[in-house]
């Protein structure tokens, strides 16, 4: 679930407005079906291959292609663009249309673009094409970028404004470069990028058709064609993958995984896990918003531990998720820089809970108000109630407040007049120091605080926070990051976490396609057995 501010890029009348971010909490992408086509004779033997897929989706915004819509950035972006750097499957910073870089000083990024690279139009990359892409569509990066100047065809510097740590991991996340030439002479908004695929069809709320671009710079991808399908229905997309009519389908946790996992043509493929479950606390002493003449029980450390330690997590992830998600100890998890291994969970313990509780002067408890959204997500309801029933043990009577996602947004994010709630944050970012800034820094300038629905509000952490904000150097901005999210989450317990949901997808044995850290679906890395 991602609730960041968007990122506007912004083109005039003719350039593309892109959006980066919206509240996710599970945002999965599959990947369909198949047509058969003769090949190449093999030692006098005709063989068949199947080179065509056939990608399913429960909603249209996975197929639309003019414009980043949040969810076909992990579809449609990635195979027809390329940025400078991309992740790999493993979620680390790999080149792209920039060969190598590295910085001059601590505000300058040189980078050194790779030469005889074709647009789908046939136009050549260049650097103008870099520069242009990042002054005219991603206006939103002047927040932190100077200047970029093109020392040649294949060369250029990126200045940012402060020491800029986090600029390759923001440039993996979301840029990619558009060809200056083709935008400047249409007005046309049919996207041309240099990736291995390009758009040939779209017919809405129907299906979006890719074909591969043999002049693509990595080499001819082996699937030929693409088809971006919608099918809105489980059930159908189900009976479709049993019959081989469909390669990868998207499904949604519940209770008929094992039944689907009994067909002997079909296998569950996992995505790393990194989408994290959280409780969060109102930490406001006065004024709160269930307690606003009172004594806020949750702004007692005492009283945030005993909640931890009265919540049995196995229940959630056996329950709701069919035991498809790991404990979680933090805001992140392993795959994302500034985690901090030597952060453990508090373990589950009535007792402990409730001598907490006398301690902190709530031996009889307290009733409050827990926020899940629940509209369109069963499995949250399901963990909410369990929730509350196991509070109830140690004396806090939970009253569960189902929402919208868009009530949630407007009362937790918006307006954080909230006293607790629960919430499944998607990756935002490879790099921890954006959780840090928009979870536990305190409010400010810049989008900081900015899901700090909490009030939280640490001087140090912000010290550790601001520090960690511009330290170039990889060892000392990783220990910044660590203290700071330790302090928040051990010393203050501002949060509690829950698990990591492991995301999946059904696939057909056939399918050879391993699931990437970063969610996104590049058809180039996908192949048939």
């Known amino acids: 679930m991602d609730i960041r501010p968007s990122e506007e890029m912004l083109r005039g009348k003719k350039f593309y407005k892109i959006f980066s971010f919206c509240i996710i909490i599970l945002l999965l992408v599959t990947l369909l079906l ?5 090949s190449d004779k093999d030692k006098g033997t005709e063989k068949t291959v199947k080179d065509e897929l056939t990608v399913a989706f429960f909603d249209n915004d996975f197929l639309y292609p003019f414009s980043s819509t949040g969810l076909n950035s992990l579809t449609i972006s990635p195979n027809i663009f390329n940025g400078l750097v991309e992740f790999d499957k493993d979620y680390r910073i790999i080149p792209a249309l920039s060969e190598y870089w590295y910085n001059t000083d601590y505000y300058t990024w040189r980078f050194f673009l790779r030469k005889n690279v074709k647009f789908h139009n046939d136009y050549n990359f260049t650097a103008k094409d870099v520069k242009f892409s990042i002054d005219e ?50 007005e046309d908004d049919w996207p041309i990028g240099t990736g291995a695929y390009k758009l040939v069809e ?72 990194l989408s994290t479950y959280i409780i969060g606390f109102d930490l406001r002493q006065n004024g709160s918003y269930a307690f606003p003449d009172g004594k806020n029980p949750t702004a007692d450390v005492r009283v945030r531990r005993a909640i931890y330690h009265g919540i049995d ?17 933090q805001f992140i998890t392993s795959y994302i820089f500034g985690y901090n291994p030597e952060i453990q969970r508090l373990t589950y313990n009535v007792t402990k809970a409730k001598e907490l509780l006398e301690q902190a002067g709530y031996g009889d408890g307290f009733d409050i108000e827990l926020d899940c959204i629940t509209e369109m997500f069963d499995y949250n309801l399901e963990n909410c109630n369990l929730i509350s029933e196991q509070l109830s043990k140690i004396g ?42 928009y979870l536990i820094r305190s409010e400010g300038e810049n989008y900081l605080g900015y899901l700090n629905s909490g009030h939280y509000s640490n001087p140090e952490v912000d010290r550790l926070g601001e520090e960690a904000s511009s ?22 317990v501002i949060v509690v976490p829950l698990f ?30």
């Not at 800029?164 to 400047?184: C, G, I, M, R």
């Not at 997590?313 to 100890?329: C, D, K, T, W, Y």
């Not at 990783?478 to 203050?492: M, Q, S, T, Y």
Request: net charge negative.
């Open 313 to 329: 997590i196995e229940p959630l992830i056996n329950g709701p998720f069919q035991g498809l998600a790991v404990p979680a100890s």
């Open 396 to 437: 806090i009577n939970v009253t569960v407040n189902g929402m919208s996602m868009e009530e949630f947004n407007n009362k937790v994010v918006l307006e954080k007049n909230t006293s607790l709630w629960l919430i499944g944050w998607d990756t935002m970012s490879v790099d921890g120091g954006v959780y840090y800034d």
């Open 202 to 273: 779209y017919v809405e709320n129907n299906y979006t058709k890719l074909e591969r671009f043999d002049k693509y710079w990595k080499g001819k991808p082996k699937i030929k064609s693409v088809i971006l399908k919608l099918i809105e229905d489980d059930e159908e997309r189900i009976t479709k993958l049993v019959s081989g009519e469909i390669d990868i389908a998207e499904y949604n946790v519940n209770e008929s995984i094992n039944d689907i996992l009994n067909y002997e043509n079909i296998k569950l493929l996992k995505f790393p896990p």
């Open 137 to 186: 569509i991603y206006q939103s990066y002047k927040s932190f970028i100077e200047e970029v100047i093109i020392i040649d065809n294949y060369t250029i510097d990126i200045k940012t404004i402060k020491p800029y740590p986090t600029l390759l991991p923001k440039l993996a996340q979301n840029f990619v470069v558009f060809s200056k030439d083709h935008l400047e002479e249409t």
């Open 500 to 529: 990591t949901q492991e995301l999946f997808v059904f696939a057909n044995n056939s399918v050879d396609f391993q699931p990437r850290a970063d969610l996104k679906y590049l058809v180039e890395d996908i192949k048939f057995q």
């Open 471 to 492: 330290e170039m150097d990889f060892k000392k901005r990783l220990n910044l990051l660590k203290e700071g999210f330790r302090i928040a989450i051990v010393d203050d």
């Open 34 to 38: 198949g047509c058969f086509e003769k």
